[in-house]
């Protein structure tokens, strides 16, 4: 293998890092989906024509860390059979796909030099339309995988450069919206040859060995790095837990993820055996998919400042245990429509649980679920179908050791990648006018370090009567945790007003919306890291004078006494009141019938549940 | 009568002269950042001594000053901006804290100990009125007057002395906005009141109360320093007119920006591309790189076919700039760049910088090895002669900072400071092919026009690297901001968003649209007596294909848009489309959004003095010799030292050879050989 100089080494690198981020710019700006374009629900990368992860910038850790599975299964049956110019599509989670849920169409492209198959690139992105019950993939109460819409295992779409137009017909024949579908599709295939072109440029100006020896060295630097990382994690098991509120079919019974995780000296194990078996709902998860999360909260443990880096040597030292029939290793047929939120999020909770007990100087407390919809009517103004779904009416972020939790529609899953969109933008696209998108105070985990704001979300329907599938979204029941006695995160509502009616909507169910309904999305901020008791009284006081908590909230929760009038500290009472440990902790809690913030008196999970 | 151009940077204060002759004289004088009107007048005041008169006198005999300056951007990235309240519509009060995701567009997703986005203005200064004004323009909720009103009254008893009014849809209808900004100016009149529709009349609404609130947040400071520049120029006789340089590459008289101070930010980084594409100009080449290498940063700008590109995606720091900008992507590479070890036992170089101060290790207060100490112990840069011998340069302390971060990696002095060398070399390239490449450009068919104090040392190395034929180092290499704005058109951007699908567009709607931005252009251009006759108007429109998110800009046809010229726009929006994105859909319908109207009024074009050729031998030039350490052979080479003073047009060079000057020192690497143009400028070409 060629000897390669540090500068050529980090030229290489830093290569194939920019044309990640150039391609996931180009389908944004092109692409016509909401989830891709402004909410950048798409992922790419590069890997090694074995599989191994050589670059993956930027994107949701669930579509695509896993796609080394993916790449071994298409290498195992195309064989010889793979040329340049060819693409596959494949959004199955089985028969080879190893894809987390249908929605997510995966384009992967073997880059070829000099007739030799070096590469694959992919570029994975939320497709409007998959076909099956309902549209956009999310049907809670499908009967199995095949009713969740269009399986596509790896399959050439296009051949040698020639786009097979029967299969393509096939395929947009079975999809809503097969003219978007499609412009996506164009946007995405065509991110794969410009991916193609850069890194053919590299390998000419460096020569196939070296490029290939500064890739390995890359891989083998990092995998030291996190090696040395691992290490100095103590030795020990360490465990966490977590659980969505029903399984969309069988209904108000929560599921529960748990995992051990185990350091030995450089390596981690994260095993999923003691989770719930798989369900009849769709918040079932393949094992590519669980594999992903479980080295996605291995990363966000690591040094931030390799954050950059991260590739296959990131996780050569990590193994993740999921038995078959598992709901963390589901068998076909199950369904997985919910899977990259639910149990996604609930496995990437529990490790974040698991890993905050080995460093809580790296404790990162769980964050407002995703309080998603997918709603499909008419638009009066043009007389077309739409289907409308966006994060913007999620909660906040949760408080990590050090820092309070950002405020914002986010959620934990997609590791606050994902993106808000614009009212106005949304006004004039979908006949829905907003009444309100604001943060509500004390609505969030309280803590030394706080979550960001929860927030109030409220639009009218001006278009026909349809129907809106609450789809991933969670949280009414299970309340995420948080860290260091930091505060969890506090229960979430969506109710429909309707007249002087007050429906509520629970997560992973279809119900209908009329015209002239409000729709009322209350989303609780992150949990809290660490005792409020412990937070600085200057930062309680800011947060009274903000109106992010109310002077009420400052007292019973942080001890800090704030006079309302002039928002300064009562330094001696504060001093008075924090002198022991309150008796009585308060968390938020939403008022059913007024819809205000309340504070009640905190009653632990377990004691709830039963 | 003399012109001036004026670029208040970060540390230099520049100052140009062109003569009536069409000769430019250079000045430079340090920045003071407290009151930078005296760094202005301490340059204009060596200028006025290079021609043995007062400040008084100098100042008689000119016609027009240009100016840019970083005081907008520095009051930005320091936060010491106004005390900025926000009104708003009621139920929308954390669209700024929220922005559109967690982090910018910077950060990477698998770091999540980062500080949550501190806006300008805190929640409890942002206050909610009714009031609501839907997408069509339709006034739903009128203003509730008496809401106003006490939810201004708090904010001006909070002590704001900036209120930006920032309502939904208000670039449909500004009614709402305008009647909120004229009672909170009955009610305080000495403060600062700005309207979103106003600085940015173009839907989504975080990028535009963003942008208002920077406005808010910036205007009161840059009125201060632009009233009181004014006046100084006045008590000091001087009669010509006093131009600002803006982020659009315009240019536009005091009375006219103030109110719209978010135009103010990178005011000096957009004059580069204009001072390089006339040079190129000089040389009949329009595709042309535009860099400018500081202490701090390296800005690159692409120029092709002599267009210079804008954008409306900046952000600068966490914060989001949504006004239309010269595009000069940034990156965190100068003289004074640091070396570290990263995690994975890389050494890299950047962004971090030593700044002014304490600056490199070789200005002897420093203990980090920067890139100038790299170039310093590599003998490329002259220790004796550093900014024409003002700066003396320590040698010795370079070699030890420099050394210390080898010593981590094994490697000595000189091998250390060429790998920093290449490195940052290699940082700057990279970006310059990023930022090419994004717009689908080879960039070997692109000329290099170097600029920047530190510009002269790498850029052949950096063409070498990237396989870039030509170089062309400007005479007024190291004041480049400042020569651009000889060549900037005084003008105004107006827009108008209206979002319709090609088959339902209104022609008589665009038309009045239209009529609309163009009386606002007489009526602002009038107030500065520039007559309509000497406007020229470029209209252009921001479309998409039915569907998208994301808009391009198309121009419009210079008469009223019909069904006939409609065509026409169509099938160049599917060109241009296609040559961005590499395919196009005309089967799509397409839909418009945004129309926009770019109004100027052309400068005289500059005429620099052709000067006679070398009658001598280049080795008249020589100033001596330098120990020099080139890329691949660690053992040094001597290279001959050339003064730029004594250079003529049509001296010739090989590389390897440096040529100093008072203000810069010019790296030919092996491999290249130079020239001197008839302007005195340094071509650069690879043999």
């Not at chain 2, 210390?404 to 990696?409: F, I, Y």
Request: glycine share 10%.
């Amino acid at each position: 293998m060629a000897t390669i100089d540090q500068i050529t080494l980090s030229t290489v690198w830093y290569g194939f890092q920019s044309l990640c981020r150039e391609m996931r710019a180009m389908v944004t700006r092109t692409s016509q989906s909401y989830l891709i374009s402004t909410l950048k629900d798409l992922s790419v990368g590069v890997w090694l024509a074995d599989g191994s992860i050589v670059a993956v910038p930027e994107g949701l850790p669930v579509q695509f860390l896993g796609t080394s599975f993916a790449i071994s299964s298409i290498r195992e049956m195309y064989k010889e059979n793979l040329h340049p110019g060819d693409v596959i599509l494949t959004n199955d989670p089985y028969h080879g796909g190893h894809n987390t849920h249908l929605p997510d169409w995966g384009y992967i492209r073997p880059v070829f030099y000099k007739g030799e198959l070096l590469f694959f690139t992919l570029v994975r992105g939320h497709m409007m339309d998959t076909g099956g019950s309902f549209p956009g993939g999310y049907f809670a109460n499908a009967y199995d995988i095949i009713a969740e819409g269009l399986n596509i295992p790896p399959l050439k779409v296009v051949k040698k450069g020639v786009l097979d137009e029967d299969l393509n017909k096939l395929i947009f024949n079975n999809v809503r919206f097969p003219v978007e579908v499609k412009i996506d599709t164009d946007a995405m295939i065509a991110a794969g040859k410009f991916s193609e072109n850069r890194i053919i440029e590299i390998l000419e100006r460096y020569g196939k060995d070296t490029v290939l020896a500064s890739i390995h060295q890359m891989l083998d630097r990092t995998e030291r790095a996190v090696r040395a990382e691992i290490a100095a994690i103590p030795d020990g098991t360490y465990s966490g837990e977590s659980a969505t509120d029903d399984d969309g079919t069988v209904l108000d019974e929560p599921v529960t993820v748990r995992v051990d995780v185990t350091i030995k000296g450089d390596q981690i194990t994260l095993d999923f055996s003691r989770s719930d078996a798989q369900r009849p709902g769709f918040i079932n998860s393949v094992y590519a998919s669980t594999f992903t999360r479980a080295a996605a909260g291995v990363i966000l443990y690591m040094d931030p400042a390799l954050a950059d880096f991260h590739n296959e040597g990131s996780l050569r030292p990590i193994k993740v245990v999921a038995p078959l029939g598992n709901v963390t290793n589901c068998r076909y047929p199950a369904t997985v429509g919910a899977s990259p939120i639910n149990v996604g999020c609930q496995m990437l909770e529990a490790v974040v649980e698991a890993l905050g007990k080995a460093r809580p100087d790296r404790s990162i407390a769980s964050w407002g679920k995703h309080r998603g919809d997918y709603t499909f009517a008419l638009d009066p103004r043009t007389g077309e179908r739409y289907v409308r779904t966006t994060f913007d009416y999620d909660g906040s972020a949760g408080a990590v050791w050090g820092h309070d939790g950002m405020t914002g529609p986010t959620h934990l899953t997609a590791l606050g990648s994902v993106q808000r969109g614009s009212i106005e933008e949304a006004e004039i696209r979908f006949p829905w006018r907003m009444l309100k998108l604001e943060a509500r105070p004390n609505f969030t985990g309280h803590g030394r370090w706080r979550g960001g704001c929860g927030m109030d979300w409220r639009a009218v329907n001006e278009g026909s009567d349809g129907r809106m599938s609450s789809g991933s979204s969670d949280g009414d029941v299970v309340q995420g945790k948080g860290a260091l006695g930091g505060q969890r995160v506090p229960c979430a509502r969506t109710f429909i007003l309707r007249g002087n009616e007050k429906i509520r909507l629970k997560p992973h169910r279809i119900d209908p919306v009329k015209t002239g309904d409000i729709v009322v999305k209350l989303s609780p901020g992150g949990g809290g890291v660490g005792d409020p008791w412990t937070r600085p009284a200057d930062r309680v006081a800011e947060d009274v004078a903000n109106e992010k908590i109310t002077a009420e909230v400052a007292r019973l929760v942080y001890g800090v006494v704030v006079d309302p009038a002039t928002l300064k500290v009562d330094e001696a009472a504060t001093a008075r009141l924090r002198s022991t440990p309150p008796t009585q902790r308060y968390e938020a809690v939403i008022n059913e019938e007024t819809l205000d913030i309340e504070m009640k008196p905190l009653v632990p999970q377990a004691e709830q549940t039963t | 009568m003399k012109q001036l151009t004026i670029d208040v940077g970060g540390t230099f204060t520049d100052c140009l002269v062109l003569e009536e002759s069409g000769q430019l004289q250079r000045f430079k004088a340090s920045t003071t950042p407290d009151d930078p009107t005296l760094g202005f007048f301490a340059a204009v005041g060596k200028a006025a001594k290079h021609y043995g008169q007062t400040l008084e006198q100098f100042l008689a005999d000119v016609e027009q000053i240009v100016h840019g300056t970083t005081l907008g951007t520095n009051i930005l990235i320091t936060e010491r901006g106004a005390k900025v309240g926000m009104i708003t519509t009621k139920g929308f009060r954390d669209i700024v804290e929220m922005r559109r995701g967690i982090r910018n567009l910077h950060g990477s997703m698998f770091d999540m100990f980062i500080e949550p986005y501190q806006p300008l203005v805190p929640r409890r200064l942002v206050r909610g009125v009714e009031e609501r004004t839907l997408y069509t323009g339709k006034m739903l909720t009128p203003l509730n007057e008496s809401e106003l009103r006490e939810q201004a009254r708090r904010l001006l008893d909070e002590g704001c002395n900036a209120i930006a009014i920032c309502f939904l849809h208000s670039y449909a209808n500004g009614d709402n906005e305008r009647k909120a900004k004229q009672i909170v100016q009955q009610m305080s009149p000495d403060t600062y009141v700005t309207a979103s529709h106003e600085i940015l009349p173009v839907f989504r609404e975080f990028e535009r109360f963003s942008t208002a609130v920077i406005s808010a947040y910036i205007g009161p400071a840059i009125t201060r320093y632009a009233r009181k520049l004014q006046s100084g120029l006045k008590e000091r006789g001087c009669k010509g007119r006093l131009l600002m340089m803006l982020a659009n590459g315009l240019v536009q008289v005091v009375d006219q920006c103030v109110d719209r101070a978010v135009y103010l930010l990178n005011s000096g980084p957009a004059a580069a591309p204009y001072g390089a594409s006339y040079l190129g100009g000089l040389h009949g080449k329009n595709n042309l790189l535009s860099v400018d290498m500081g202490g701090t940063s390296f800005d690159v700008c692409v120029v092709k076919e002599g267009e210079i590109p804008s954008t409306s995606d900046s952000w600068v720091g966490e914060h989001r700039v949504a006004i239309k900008m010269v595009d000069v992507p940034t990156v965190g590479a100068g003289g004074g760049s640091l070396a570290w070890i990263d995690s994975l036992g890389l050494l890299r170089v950047g962004p971090q910088s030593a700044g002014a101060d304490p600056g490199p290790a070789a200005y002897g207060k420093g203990e980090e090895a920067s890139v100038t100490d790299a170039d310093l112990v590599l003998g490329y840069i002259p220790a004796d002669y550093f900014l024409g011998g003002d700066v003396k340069l320590d040698v010795e302390r370079s070699h030890q900072a420099v050394a210390r971060v080898g010593s981590k990696l094994h490697m000595n002095a000189s091998q250390t400071a060429l790998v920093m060398n290449t490195t940052i070399n290699t940082v700057m390239a990279n970006l310059i092919t990023e930022v090419c490449t994004k717009k689908g450009h080879d960039v070997r068919d692109f000329t290099l026009v170097a600029g920047g104090g530190a510009g002269g040392i790498h850029a052949a190395a950096i063409a070498k690297q990237l396989s870039i034929p030509t170089v062309i180092v400007p005479r007024v290499a190291a004041l480049m901001s400042a020569f651009g704005m000889f060549a900037m058109n005084l003008g105004l951007e107006y827009a108008r968003s209206c979002a319709r699908r090609q088959d339902k567009l209104d022609f008589a709607e665009i038309s009045g649209l239209y009529e609309d931005m163009r009386r606002q252009a007489r009526d602002d251009f009038a107030s500065i007596g520039i007559a309509e006759s000497q406007l020229a108007y470029k209209p252009s429109v921001e479309m998409r294909y039915v569907g998208q998110f994301h808009e391009v800009e198309i121009d419009m046809p210079a008469e009223d848009l019909n069904a006939d010229n409609l065509k026409a726009l169509l099938q160049n929006f599917h060109t241009q489309y296609e040559k961005l994105f590499t395919y196009n859909m005309p089967w799509r319908s397409a839909e418009f959004l945004t129309y926009r109207l770019k109004v100027t009024s052309a400068s005289r074009p500059i005429q620099t003095a052709v000067l006679s050729g070398a009658g001598t031998n280049v080795e008249t030039a020589r100033r001596g010799s330098r120990m020099c350490v080139f890329d691949g052979d660690a053992k040094p080479i001597e290279t001959p030292a050339y003064d730029w003073d004594r250079m003529a047009p049509g001296h010739k060079l090989t590389g390897p050879a440096l040529i100093d000057d008072k203000t810069t020192t010019v790296l030919v690497v092996p491999g290249f050989r130079c020239e001197v143009d008839a302007y005195h400028n340094l071509l650069l070409r690879a043999q």
